[in-house]
């Protein structure tokens, strides 16, 4: 179905341009979207792949270990769609002020997607709603170092913004003008929070277009709007642990993607952006499920492997649990969180190569880190930098 125009025009000047910014027209579209019988389909299909997705966490020996690797895994992937060159390898590495040669500006980058993706996680944990606040305090944790953090995180911009093009006559799309963000981003948050017919799916499907459409900060959005799915999702009871991310889907089918976020502003088709949101869900809880069975199956193979060392294989068992919860780590680390001396951690850690485990990732005699080589690559694939 399409209705035309979603939103409106309002002329400005900006940096000495006269130029059309599109403000949104307020959330839900109207007529409703319509439901069709494939519709249908592919929205119980996405649920169901997320109910799946649900309910292989339970089986993981302990969930956070799957979520603290995953999460950085999203951030990974999530930055690379705004041109950073950071690997999931780098990213450890940098956690553990361990990481000559890597790529400063966007490994700092990254870690603050971690940062900001945690403490929002955390504040709905504690009961703190879905609301502007809370999506303020996520950009300016985004944005606290590095690149951009002289954007006013946190804040919502007071100056004219576009996206693509080398100044604003030029854009490919320039959103709202300052004086009218409050008011956009007021009446998002009250679509966010209240609960229709529609599911959340839906809502959050809506939610996303509006968000990237209002661009509220001088930078962060993408990020920000991305990370606003898996937060809707998890406020909403969806999942129990926020482990669906758009972002790989996005950026393997980027040129669709916008495709249809400009679709859905210029003719109103919000219903073939919902079947692309819909397909990217199922097709995303899939391959979270394919990537947790493999994580399991690799944990019980390596644990029975250990487990043939014999009498060391207690203590080597203890020390693969704690390289299991960082799959990046120092030998000192590992003692620490295996409850054994620094000798015994290290012992183990040489049968642990021995067995094609772990390797050396540092190249140094002293202060070496040892990564869980399997682990990282099942969670990397298809997060290098293109």
Known sequence: ????????????????????????????????????????????RAMLACGRLDAVTTLLPDPDLFLYS????EAVLSSQIEGTQSSLSDLLLFELD???????????????????????????EEGFPLCNRLISEIN?????????????????????????GT???????????????????????????????????????LAHVQFESIHPF?????????????MMLRNEGVLSQPLLYLSLYFKQDRDEYYRLLGAVRSTGDWEAWLDFFLEGVEQTAAGAVDTANRLIALFVKDAERIRGLGRSAGSALR????????????????????????????????????????????????????????????????????
């Open 140 to 164: 300016s944790l985004l944005l606290s170092r590095g690149r951009g953090s002289d954007r006013n995180p946190g804040e919502f911009r007071t100056s004219q913004n576009w996206i693509m």
């Open 70 to 73: 995953y999460v950085r895994r």
């Open 167 to 205: 100044r604003p006559g030029r854009a490919h799309f320039v959103p709202p003008p300052p004086d009218l963000v409050q008011n956009c981003m007021s009446d998002l948050e009250r679509f966010m929070n209240t609960p229709s017919e529609a599911g959340v799916l839906i809502r959050s499907a």
């Open 218 to 230: 001088l930078d962060g959005n993408g990020r920000v709007g991305r990370l606003l799915i898996a």
């Open 98 to 124: 361990e990481a000559p040669g890597v790529p400063f500006d966007d490994v700092v980058e990254v870690s603050g997607y971690v940062k900001a993706l945690e403490h929002g996680l955390r504040r709905m």
């Open 1 to 44: 179905m399409q209705r035309g125009v979603t939103g409106r025009f309002v002329e400005s000047t900006t940096s000495g341009e006269l130029v059309r910014s599109f403000v949104p027209l307020p959330l839900p579209p109207e007529p409703a979207i319509e439901i069709n019988a494939d519709r249908q389909r592919l929205l119980e």
């Open 319 to 386: 020390v693969f649990e704690a390289l299991r919860h960082r799959p990046v780590a120092s030998i000192d680390h590992l003692a620490r969180h295996a409850g054994v001396s620094f000798p015994t951690a290290s012992r183990m850690i040489e049968s642990l190569e021995r067995l094609g485990i772990v390797t050396e990732s540092t190249g140094r005699r002293r202060n070496r880190v040892y990564s869980y080589k399997a682990f990282i690559a099942i969670l990397s694939e298809e997060t290098m930098a293109e």
